[in-house]
């Protein structure tokens, strides 16, 4: 007699969702308050300085001739305003060529210092020898050498500016994580290979700091040349009204150099966010 087993009939698989089409980051009001507070924390901080400043001069702690109150650098700026923000003009275009030149010429001697440990050794004491004389005694010298005009002023940017950026590149490049390192190896990649796709990219974020640290540095170096060498420029303006006994509009010229730092900061912290934005998710925030 045969046996004649009934069978159940299989279960179908259960389909796979459908993967979740993308989308993008929905706003927030935290997005909003981040906003704000971070539009009103710098400002607050100014207020606040302007106001210790008021006070100063107020109770007469430093003499008028040298720190006039806040009242009267205003007036100077309005009173001046298309003079100086002619001048202005003249320093912010000195400050970002010279910062752009230092930027190429220091990024390309960092590869230098990394890719050899002969050049490395050999450069690495006189790079430090040159960026630790004092650039304002260089000056005269520059005069003599390059004439009036632009020449010496971006000089003594890239002088001042280029070796944060060396210094940075090198570093960066020379500490490449080991685990980045190894999975080069395991993929046979040539050496521009893993220069193009792993260490120069892990070496952004430390090019960058050394770029912010030279970007203030430039503005620096723009106002000493003007001192030095400059027919023009902002300071130009702090020296030459600064000698008449003009100091309101002297400090004007200086909280206008102030404020372009700031500005041309700002603009590389964003081109750093915007060119990075694998940074601020793969590390700690405060």
């Known amino acids: ?63 008028p001739a040298a720190l006039p109150p806040p009242g009267d650098v205003l007036t100077a700026f309005r009173l001046g305003q298309d003079r100086l923000l002619e001048h202005t003009v003249t320093t912010t275009g000195e400050i970002l060529l010279g910062f752009l030149l230092s930027a190429v010429a220091g990024v390309l001697i960092g590869l230098s210092l990394a890719a050899s440990r002969t050049v490395e050794r050999m450069f690495t004491p006189l790079l430090v020898a040159v960026n630790a004389v004092p650039k304002i005694t260089l000056g005269p010298l520059l005069v003599v050498a390059l004439g009036w005009g632009q020449k010496p002023i971006l000089t003594m940017v890239f002088l001042l500016c280029f070796f944060p950026i060396v210094l940075s590149t090198a570093t960066g490049l020379t500490t490449t994580s080991a685990e980045l390192a190894e999975l080069v190896r395991s993929w046979n990649a040539s050496r521009w290979q893993a220069f193009r796709k792993v260490r120069f990219p892990a070496a952004l974020p430390q090019i960058f700091v050394g770029l912010k640290v030279a970007m203030p540095l430039a503005a620096i170096g723009a106002v000493i040349g003007e001192f030095q060498a400059g027919e023009g420029g902002l300071g130009f303006v702090i020296q030459q009204y600064a000698g008449i006994g003009d100091t309101a509009t002297a400090w004007a010229a200086i909280i206008l150099v102030a404020l372009v730092s700031i500005l041309l900061y700002a603009v590389l912290v964003l081109v750093e966010r915007r060119s990075l934005p694998w940074v601020r998710e793969t590390t700690s925030s405060r």
């Open 1 to 63: 007699m045969t046996d004649v087993r009934s069978r159940q009939p299989e279960a179908a698989p259960a389909p796979e969702p459908a993967p979740a089409a993308p989308r993008g980051r929905r706003w927030r009001p935290a997005d909003l308050r981040d906003g704000v507070t971070a539009a009103l924390l710098p400002a607050a901080g100014l207020l606040i300085a302007f106001s210790v400043w008021w006070l100063v001069a107020r109770l007469e702690l430093v003499h």
